[in-house]
């Protein structure tokens, strides 16, 4: 059996760029400039002998490797490079989180201080600021990989879930197992959704599930849920003394929105338990969704 034949690159020696233009002209070459930077660039090859030549043969060098490889560009990304996507985005958020909170710890020390003044003339709650704070990140957090995951997988024609709604069953005893709880799959057909399937994903405190659904428009939307407690913190709320409010935990929260991800969605908490549903829809589409799951759990 002969090799398929591949594309012939020219051999032909072409002009060099100067070296002080020559990521203008790749940038032209690949279409990536502006309308006036390419005028103005365009405008002072005309006096360089061979410079249109060399763009020319550049661009078709482009075509030809694209079209080498242009059944890759339609496959899935392999799961293993969306997890580890995934923690890199983990990890740089951690980051950026702490460079926020670097920013409020003035405000922070300036309301401990106000407090501190007049302790006594409010009576004590058992909530700190830095609970409330930690609190609140966790839940955004846990809301942002939610929508991450939401965005890899809703484009997918071919493989959106690992396990369909065919084998729901399985789906469901497979993920209460790798989640150490039994979970309940919501029905969402009165809301004009059926399950498409679910999927395995990783977690900072374990593994978490992803189940989605379709409407008859086409339109995907994903409940994302997992644990959520952290490391060293129950998942129950800790008793408080008699009289006082419990403190803050990730044990339960109510419904909060979030649009800081590639998608909006409402996030919840129960137990120590996270809710996450996203989706490419108005808020309150997604408050009728998110109570109608919330309802069923």
Known sequence: MKPERQPAMDKHHHPAPPTDDEAAWHALADGRLSPADETA????????????????????????????????????????????????????????????????????LLAFALGWT???????????????????????????????????????????????????????????????????????????????????????????????????????????LGAIARPGTPATPVAAKPGAPAPPSAAETAFQFTSDGPVPGFYWADQGFGYALSGQLSRQELLTLAAAVHRQL
Not at 43 to 53: N, S, T
Not at 162 to 169: C, G, I, M, R, T
Not at 176 to 190: F, H, M, Q
Request: charge should be positive; aromatic fraction near 6%; hydrophobic fraction near 40%.
């Open 41 to 108: 660039l365009r405008h002072r090859l005309e006096g360089q002998a061979g410079a249109e030549e060399t763009l020319t043969h550049w661009q078709q060098q482009r075509q030809q490797l694209r079209a080498l490889h242009q059944g890759m560009l339609a496959e899935p990304v392999p799961e293993a490079l969306v997890a580890a996507a995934l923690r890199t985005s983990a990890r740089r958020e951690r980051q950026d989180q702490w460079w926020r909170w670097g920013g409020m710890a003035a405000s922070v």
């Open 118 to 224: 007049g302790r006594s003339l409010w009576p004590a709650t058992g909530r700190t600021d830095s609970q409330a704070l930690v609190l609140a990140a966790t839940g955004q957090r846990f809301a942002q990989q939610a929508a991450v995951a939401h965005a890899v997988y809703q484009p997918e024609v071919r493989h959106p879930v690992e396990v369909p709604a065919a084998q729901q069953e399985h789906l469901v005893q497979w993920l209460s197992k790798r989640l150490g709880r039994p979970l309940k799959l919501p029905v969402l057909a009165d809301e004009g959704y059926e399950l498409v399937g679910g999927r395995l994903l990783p977690g900072d405190a374990g593994a978490r599930a992803q189940f989605m659904y379709q409407n008859t428009k086409g339109e995907r939307i994903t409940l994302y």
